[in-house]
């Protein structure tokens, strides 16, 4: 079995409130970049063979230095980014098109994942993987902890209050059938399509397709907001902890 990863990790951070266009993907958690933590899971996958890096362009030189300096030696390509996270995603397939021209080989799955999500572990990698190849699609979530409700008409009165038990919060890394996640972004390429993740394209293109739930913990979140760093720094020490022999 093979799979390839997507890391999308071109986002400037403008709720992170950066100046000068920064990146929040090399805001530091434990002493590391943010960026440094994704790629350390993808790195101790078992089930990842290739990973492929879409960034800001002056990003490319620092995770080239980052990559040399760890041994991430899954890193296959480090390359410009677009002007939205899907255009990101499709600058990667568009690379991963042409190595699967030129080899003959095609990957059974290709995992999509945010950069800015640093504490994703190896083993739910390895499961989401797996959960992909068996279904076509696994996309991992977690059940809100509050309560969820619909604006109204007018946009400063509540509308409908939706039933908490049938909803989730969607994360990455989502993972799709390679084919069919190459697929539905070329479709959505050719119809100046826009979706806020994958998945959505894939409902999209290919509503047949059913979506195979893997329910995450509440590590896995993304770094989007300043307070975020701090719960981040929190959540490494838990995971740091849980990793120490007792």
């Given at each position: 079995?093979?799979?390839?990863?997507?890391?999308?990790?071109?986002?400037?951070?403008?709720?992170?409130?950066?100046?000068?266009?920064?990146?929040?993907?090399?805001?530091?958690?434990?002493?590391?970049?943010?960026?440094?933590?994704?790629?350390?899971?993808?790195?101790?996958?078992?089930?990842?063979?290739?990973?492929f890096i879409a960034t800001k362009p002056d990003s490319i030189g620092i995770l080239e230095s980052m990559r040399d300096r760890y041994g991430f030696s899954k890193?296959?390509e480090i390359i410009p980014g677009g002007k939205e996270r899907q255009d990101s995603v499709y600058n990667c397939i568009d690379i991963i098109e042409k190595r699967?021209?030129?080899?003959?080989?095609?990957?059974?799955?290709?995992?999509?994942?945010?950069?800015?999500?640093?504490?994703?572990?190896p083993g739910e990698i390895d499961d989401i993987v797996s959960l992909s190849v068996t279904y076509g699609a696994c996309v991992p979530a977690t059940k809100p902890?509050?309560?969820?409700?619909?604006?109204?008409?007018?946009?400063?009165?509540?509308?409908?209050?939706?039933?908490?038990?049938?909803?989730?919060?969607?994360?990455?890394?989502?993972?799709?059938?390679?084919?069919?996640?190459?697929?539905?972004?070329?479709?959505?390429?050719?119809?100046?399509?826009?979706?806020?993740?994958?998945?959505?394209?894939?409902?999209?293109?290919?509503?047949?397709?059913?979506?195979?739930?893997?329910?995450?913990?509440?590590?896995?979140?993304?770094?989007?907001?300043?307070?975020?760093?701090?719960?981040?720094?929190?959540?490494?020490?838990?995971?740091?902890?849980?990793?120490?022999?007792?």
């Open positions: 079995m093979s799979s390839y990863a997507i890391i999308a990790a071109s986002g400037v951070g403008k709720r992170m409130q950066l100046k000068d266009g920064r990146s929040k993907q090399l805001l530091e958690i434990g002493g590391y970049p943010v960026i440094f933590h994704t790629l350390s899971a993808f790195e101790s996958a078992q089930s990842i063979d290739s990973v890193i296959r699967i021209a030129a080899t003959g080989e095609s990957p059974d799955a290709i995992l999509v994942h945010d950069g800015a999500r640093p504490f994703i572990q902890k509050d309560t969820i409700k619909y604006i109204a008409d007018d946009p400063e009165y509540f509308g409908e209050t939706l039933e908490r038990s049938r909803l989730l919060q969607v994360q990455t890394p989502q993972g799709f059938d390679a084919g069919t996640l190459i697929q539905a972004h070329k479709h959505a390429r050719l119809e100046q399509r826009y979706a806020t993740d994958d998945a959505t394209l894939v409902e999209a293109f290919f509503p047949e397709q059913n979506i195979r739930i893997y329910e995450t913990g509440y590590h896995n979140i993304k770094i989007t907001t300043p307070e975020d760093i701090h719960l981040a720094e929190a959540i490494l020490a838990k995971l740091q902890s849980s990793e120490e022999p007792a």
